[in-house]
């Protein structure tokens, strides 16, 4: 019995051995395989296939670009995410059959949302993504199966499901779709991230801000965008995406930097009323183009800056940066430095006078004109103070003749004093010449120095200079002989810190003489109490300013006219300084009715609203009936408005960002303007700044016609919102 227990646990123990023996054997087979693997070519071959299948390496992470604001904090430009969505067709937990029990309902929720595709048509795009992963997973068994180790093209991973990029709330919509509101490796939902660019107050200043490539990542092309666009753009960080437990993640090695932001001198008020203004003359006029400029006196800040150029349509937009660019002989806005040259150096004083007769002076054979000169009007002598309030070329060649004409080179030297011919730099790129004035010089061997260039050039010709020039020179007049450069980047921030202040540089803090200076400014408030800018006067504030009217060099000749006007307000105490600019307008040419009442609308609407106004001066005491139409728009706004004005006003049903106004006997009415995404929104009745908002909003893109309230809109209220596509309002 002891004998037979003997032998059966001898015959399991040799079964228990071998059974080890044979694991042993089996450990070390896989150990060796291991080993072979990790240490072989084979092994290297592996690794890349699980990387390339599990790991995408070094994907750039493209920063927040800067955003630009107003000199309040408005914003101009901002950068936000847009999402491309793609499928993962091979996702690891997709599966076929609850792919197809979903498809037909994502599908038309798609279609719903998007609907530049049917239902049927993305059906169509969704299912042939996984047939075309299906082809894949064939060809790669057919290679297995032949021992080819020939790759196929994996394109099913990312099929682009929808034609444009969403933003982020529309990214959570769709999110809860049929079949895509299901984890991502089962959805296969890719979105992609990038950044767009944005002007939530559209065309806005929209040339000075500037625009940036379509490619984010080229950064800025023109404006501010492109001159600080090292500081908007950031520094790019780095990431890769890895596969981990079948969900593709993103792992950051190196964070991005975002961009600095840029707070600007523009005042988004300012800004509207000289756009408007402009415009409007523009239109009346049927002018080529435009340019209009206001700054601060003391600061140097510029508050509003327009660069309209005339389209085939016939309708103005934002186009070349007019205003530092614009090439041309300033005409007779140059006249006030001809004589401030002249009354610093002692040539003249205002009371001396010159014989103009009737209006008709011959020099070198050439014949100088007043602009009076076919009435046949004779005028006789002329002070220098009335010259330059009736813009009298003769009365200017005779002045420089008098004091340069056997020494030009002075003359040109008193123009380098007050510092006009400074070669500066801008917040705006330019090429070339652009941006710089060009006067001649006698001993210029490149811009030859004629025989009549110097009673020329005393009343605006034979010489360049841009707008932003003359608006510095006035500026410099208005700001007590201190002319200091004209300038639109105030402050540059980072994480949310000012790290960067700039003010105005002083190109001059004498222009000239102290009594040159009264004398200047004393002949520049006559151009408009008597001279050609009348109508530029107003009932609210004394204005002093000079007109120009220069015709434009073309093909060796002359053809169409420049008209100008720049001065400042209040002119007993300077606060702004405004230049206007038309050219080719159509009519009788004329630089006081045509720039010059541009310059009086902004002007006045400015001081309105920036400078005198009080709340008391704005209330009017008499009955409802008689009081304030109030706009339609922002409900916090208008509330903000009336309870200001002490006005009585009620409140709406139910909380809403958007009001209709009306009023009975009693009380200002508000009703809520119901709003729906995918339809057109009724902005009648609104100001420009609350219709641009609310449409470009939604999405949609917006041209303006007109100053004042809405009067219509080429889409009718309630139709079918197509993103991107262009509304017009006109006001009135």
Request: with cysteine.
């Amino acid at each position: 019995m002891q004998e037979q227990k003997r032998r059966d646990k001898k015959g399991v123990l040799g079964r228990y051995g071998l059974i080890v023996a044979l694991l042993m054997f089996l450990a070390v087979a896989i150990i060796f395989k291991a080993a072979q693997i990790v240490f072989t070519t084979e092994g290297k071959k592996w690794r890349e296939v699980g990387v390339k299948e599990t790991v995408i390496k070094d994907r750039v992470i493209l920063p927040k670009r800067g955003n630009i604001y107003t000199h309040d904090g408005k914003l101009l430009a901002t950068t936000e995410p847009l999402y491309s969505i793609y499928m993962d067709f091979w996702a690891g937990g997709m599966e076929k059959d609850t792919l197809d029990k979903y498809v037909g309902d994502l599908s038309v929720a798609l279609s719903k949302k998007f609907p530049d595709r049917s239902a049927a048509q993305y059906k169509s795009v969704i299912m042939n993504g996984w047939m075309m992963r299906e082809k894949e997973e064939r060809e790669i068994r057919e290679n297995q199966a032949r021992g080819s180790d020939k790759k196929v093209a994996i394109r099913s991973r990312y099929v682009k499901i929808l034609r444009r990029d969403i933003s982020y709330v529309e990214l959570k919509e769709i999110r809860t779709y049929p079949f895509w509101n299901q984890r991502s490796n089962r959805s296969g939902l890719i979105a992609e991230e990038r950044n767009a660019r944005k002007k939530p107050f559209g065309n806005l200043a929209t040339r000075t801000v500037g625009n940036v490539y379509k490619d984010l990542e080229k950064g800025g092309a023109s404006g501010l965008e492109l001159k600080y666009d090292s500081l908007l753009s950031g520094v790019p960080g780095v990431k890769f995406r890895q596969k981990i437990q079948g969900k593709w993640m993103d792992v950051v090695e190196k964070p991005a930097e975002e961009g600095w932001d840029i707070v600007t001198t523009i005042d988004a008020d300012i800004q509207d009323i000289a756009e408007r203004s402009l415009r409007d003359k523009l239109v009346e006029t049927e002018a080529e183009s435009g340019t209009a400029i206001i700054m601060e006196v003391q600061s140097g800040e510029i508050k509003g800056i327009v660069n309209l150029d005339r389209l085939t349509s016939g309708d103005y937009a934002e186009g070349n940066p007019n205003a530092f660019s614009y090439m041309n002989e300033p005409g007779s806005t140059f006249k006030t430095v001809t004589a401030m040259v002249a009354l610093d150096d002692g040539v003249v004083t205002p009371t001396d006078s010159f014989y103009v007769g009737n209006g008709l002076f011959q020099y070198n054979k050439r014949w100088v004109r007043d602009h009076y000169w076919r009435r046949g009007q004779n005028r006789g002598f002329l002070t220098v103070a009335e010259g330059i309030a009736i813009s009298s070329n003769v009365v200017m060649s005779k002045i420089v003749l008098k004091g340069y004409e056997n020494n030009p080179a002075k003359y040109v030297e008193g123009i380098d004093r007050i510092g006009l011919r400074k070669q500066l730099k801008w917040d705006v790129p330019l090429n070339g010449i652009e941006g710089t004035s060009s006067i001649r010089f006698p001993d210029d061997k490149t811009n030859y120095w004629s025989r009549t260039t110097l009673p020329w050039m005393s009343f605006g010709y034979e010489t360049k200079i841009p707008p932003i020039y003359m608006l510095m020179f006035y500026n410099g007049i208005a700001n007590g002989g201190n002319m200091i450069k004209p300038f639109i980047a105030k402050q540059f921030v980072k994480d949310g810190k000012v790290t960067r202040e700039m003010e105005a540089e002083v190109i001059n803090p004498k222009m000239c003489k102290e009594t040159t200076l009264q004398q200047i400014q004393e002949m520049l408030v006559g151009v408009v109490e008597e001279g050609t800018a009348k109508v530029v006067g107003s009932d609210y504030f004394p204005i002093a300013g000079k007109t120009g009217t220069a015709q434009i060099a073309s093909g060796g000749g002359y053809g169409g006219y420049y008209v100008s006007f720049c001065g400042y307000f209040p002119a007993d105490k300077p606060m702004y300084t405004i230049f206007v600019g038309l050219r080719k307008p159509k009519g009788v040419p004329s630089g006081g009715g045509m720039a010059g009442m541009v310059f009086k609308n902004i002007a006045e609407q400015t001081y309105v609203r920036k400078v005198q106004l009080t709340v008391e001066d704005c209330k009017i005491d008499s009955t409802l009936q008689k009081e304030p139409v109030i706009k339609h728009g922002n409900w916090k706004q208008n509330q903000k408005l009336l309870t200001l004005l002490n006005y009585p006003v009620s409140k709406p049903d139910e909380a809403t960002d958007w009001v209709k106004m009306t009023q009975d006997s009693l009380v200002y009415q508000p009703q809520t303007l119901t709003l729906n995404r995918s339809l057109i929104p009724d902005v009648r009745g609104m100001g420009a700044r609350d219709a641009v908002y609310l449409l470009e909003k939604m999405g949609l893109r917006t041209n303006l016609t007109g100053a004042g309230k809405v009067v219509s809109q080429s889409f009718t209220p309630g139709q079918k919102l197509v993103r991107g596509t262009t509304i017009t309002i006109t006001l009135q």
